[in-house]
């Protein structure tokens, strides 16, 4: 009887409620060859649907496990939760509303293999229609994130992420603290850590987008938000140079992150929360740059100032925009909801 290989390699995918499209990145994975052993673990958040059953139907075309992750409501705690069962020393991530592109799996262990923290470009035009397109921006298409100049550390989106499960023990996993935006979390405290993020282009990954003004709007908020607390959080320590690509040179080592105040003794890093001064001009750096058109700021600046008349003359401003603007509604749904909650 052949002994089973330990997977140097486990790919993880967070789902709660995703019978209706888990299928298709299933099928993706099930198409490729990966060049090390390794196992694909579906962390369940508690769905009541039958995305379980569909998972277990495909345990014949790939080395996959269902692990019960539904103890705390949430895309990081689920991570952390599949990571706890996971066997690889190399930890990928994806989404179960995704498409892994030709060779992803390839691409991973290749990354891994020189880097302790990569991340892949996202594409948008497989899964998504022309109008979901047009809702918001789609970073991370050419090279890392760097939404936050209060911050100044890129990030990455870990529905395309690879992590070297040391690195990721080392710093704590996710924050379950954080429930929007736990990825960027993650990505700064790696980096404050003295890891770089190192962006890999050939590792693709198809996204996809919400597709419904509601669902736009709520994430927009959600994540504008999430944003604010962590420029917060991490603003007024983190202004120091990082490596944002393969070969960059000025990654963070741990000495000048403890010499910065960035980080403190081994146990002070594994911590999952840094301690921060609130820093209201950060975060209304980071409002300011948002790509919210002027009409929509104006409104929404006349919302928040008060005013038994203003609230009235804000609406009016912001549905006369909309109106002449109806091929982005999308767009001004998401944007109008992230400066929102940026400013909440």
Request: proline share 7%; glycine share 10%; aromatic share 6%.
């Amino acid at each position: 009887m052949t002994t089973p290989q330990v997977p140097k390699l486990s790919v993880i995918i967070a789902c709660r409620d995703a019978q209706s499209y888990l299928g298709v990145q299933l099928a993706a994975l099930a198409r490729q060859e990966c060049p090390v052993p390794w196992e694909l673990i579906l962390a369940d958040n508690g769905s009541t649907d039958h995305t379980v059953a569909l998972a277990e139907s495909w345990r014949e075309r790939l080395p996959l496990r269902v692990v019960d992750a539904s103890q705390v409501l949430g895309a990081g705690p689920a991570r952390n939760a599949g990571v706890e069962q996971a066997r690889g020393e190399w930890i990928g991530f994806c989404d179960a509303d995704d498409e892994a592109g030709e060779g992803w799996l390839a691409a991973l262990c290749a990354a891994l293999e020189h880097h302790p923290f990569v991340a892949g470009s996202f594409e948008g035009r497989r899964l998504n229609s022309p109008r979901t397109l047009r809702s918001r921006p789609l970073d991370q298409q050419t090279g890392l994130q760097c939404s936050s100049p209060a911050v100044g550390l890129p990030h990455a989106g870990a529905g395309n992420m690879g992590i070297h499960r040391s690195v990721l023990l080392e710093v704590g996993g996710f924050d379950p603290a954080v429930r929007y935006l736990q990825d960027t979390d993650l990505c700064w405290r790696v980096q404050l850590a003295g890891y770089p993020l190192t962006f890999v282009p050939e590792l693709r990954m198809h996204v996809r987008l919400r597709s419904t003004l509601r669902t736009m709007y709520r994430q927009g908020r959600n994540y504008g938000a999430s944003q604010a607390s962590l420029n917060r959080r991490y603003a007024p320590q983190a202004r120091v140079p990082v490596a944002v690509g393969a070969g960059a040179p000025g990654a963070v080592t741990p000495e000048a992150a403890v010499a910065a105040g960035l980080a403190g003794a081994p146990s002070a890093v594994a911590t999952l929360v840094p301690s921060a001064a609130a820093s209201s001009s950060s975060v209304a750096t980071a409002a300011a740059s948002s790509p919210v058109p002027a009409p929509v700021r104006r409104a929404t600046a006349v919302r928040l100032s008060g005013g038994r008349l203003r609230p009235v003359l804000g609406g009016l401003r912001l549905a006369r925009y909309f109106l002449t603007h109806r091929a982005s509604l999308g767009q001004q749904a998401w944007q109008l909801g992230w400066h929102l909650g940026a400013r909440s």
